[in-house]
C-alpha cells in the first residue's frame, strides 16, 4: 500500500525567512509525484510534478526535487501570499489514476 | 489552459432532495474524477472515468452517481444525502495515459461546498 507522509503538521514563518517543507514516500514503482497548493475553501492548485529520483523544478519562489524516498518543496523568502496549504501526493505502478496524498503542510508568513 | 470549472460554487440540500453538480474542462482531457474533502483533510477518490467510462468506483454509496455525457463534462448526481457528506466536492481531469511509465498530472477545479442538513 502507498504511503506519503508530510512534515512538519504546521510551518510558521517569518517574511523573508526560507525554508523546506518534507514529503516522505513508500510506492511500490514510483509513476509521479506532485505538489499542490490549497487555499481554504479552494481546490488544489497544481504546482509541480517529478517522475524520477534527481529531478528539480523550479517556480518563483518554490523549487521541487526528488529522491528514491522524499521530496522537498524549498521556499526561498516567502511572501505573505505564499501562505497556504501545500499537499504532496503519488501515483504508483499498482494504482493507475489514484493519487494518494499526504495530509499537507499548513504554511503561513507573517508579515 | 488549465481551467476546470464546477457548478455551483455552493449548494445547501436537504436529505430528501436530488441535486446534481457539473463540472467542465476543454484541455482535451480524456480522464476526470470525482474527489470529496473534508476540512483539514486531503481529497478522496470517489469515481474516475476514462474515456467517458467509470473505470473506478471507491465504494462510493448510491446516494452518489456519476455520469459523463461526452468528453468535456462530468455530472455528480446526489439524492437523499446525509449531513456527514458536507464537504467540497472537487473535480479533475488528467491526460489519459496509454501505458508507459509516467502518471499525467491531475488539475482540479475550484470546488463545490456542499452543506446537507
Known amino acids: 500500500e502507498d504511503q506519503v507522509t508530510q512534515s512538519p503538521e504546521a510551518l510558521r514563518l517569518q517574511e523573508g525567512e526560507s525554508s523546506s517543507l518534507n514529503c516522505s514516500y513508500t510506492?511500490?514503482?514510483?509513476?509521479?509525484l506532485f505538489w499542490y497548493r490549497q487555499d481554504p475553501g479552494k481546490g488544489p492548485e497544481f504546482l509541480f510534478t517529478?517522475?524520477?529520483a534527481g529531478e528539480e523544478k523550479e517556480k518563483e519562489r518554490l523549487k521541487a526535487t526528488l529522491t528514491k524516498k522524499e521530496s522537498f518543496l524549498h521556499i526561498t523568502a516567502p511572501k505573505p501570499e505564499d501562505s497556504a496549504t501545500y499537499l504532496c501526493?503519488?501515483?504508483?505502478?499498482?494504482?493507475?489514476?489514484?493519487?494518494?496524498f499526504g495530509s499537507g503542510t499548513q504554511l503561513t508568513v507573517l508579515p | 489552459d488549465t481551467e476546470v470549472t464546477q457548478t455551483p460554487k455552493h449548494l445547501v440540500m436537504g436529505m430528501t432532495n436530488k441535486k446534481s453538480l457539473k463540472c467542465e474542462q476543454h484541455?482535451?482531457?480524456?480522464?476526470m474524477y470525482w474527489y470529496k474533502q473534508k476540512a483539514k483533510k486531503p481529497p478522496e477518490l470517489m469515481f474516475v472515468?476514462?474515456?467517458?467510462?467509470?473505470?473506478i468506483n471507491e465504494s462510493v454509496p448510491s446516494r452518489f452517481s456519476p455520469e459523463c455525457p461526452n468528453s468535456s463534462l462530468l455530472n455528480l448526481h446526489l439524492h437523499a444525502l446525509q449531513p456527514e457528506d458536507s464537504a467540497l466536492y472537487l473535480c479533475?481531469?488528467?491526460?489519459?495515459?496509454?501505458?508507459?511509465?509516467?502518471?499525467?498530472?491531475?488539475?482540479f477545479g475550484p470546488g463545490t461546498r456542499l452543506l446537507v442538513l
Open positions: 479533475a481531469s488528467s491526460q489519459e495515459h496509454r501505458g508507459g511509465r509516467a502518471q499525467e498530472t491531475q488539475y
Open positions: 510506492v511500490s514503482g514510483l509513476r509521479g
Open positions: 517529478l517522475y524520477s
Open positions: 501526493a503519488v501515483s504508483s505502478s499498482g494504482s493507475a489514476r489514484q493519487l494518494t
Open positions: 484541455m482535451g482531457h480524456r480522464a
Open positions: 472515468y476514462s474515456y467517458e467510462k467509470l473505470s
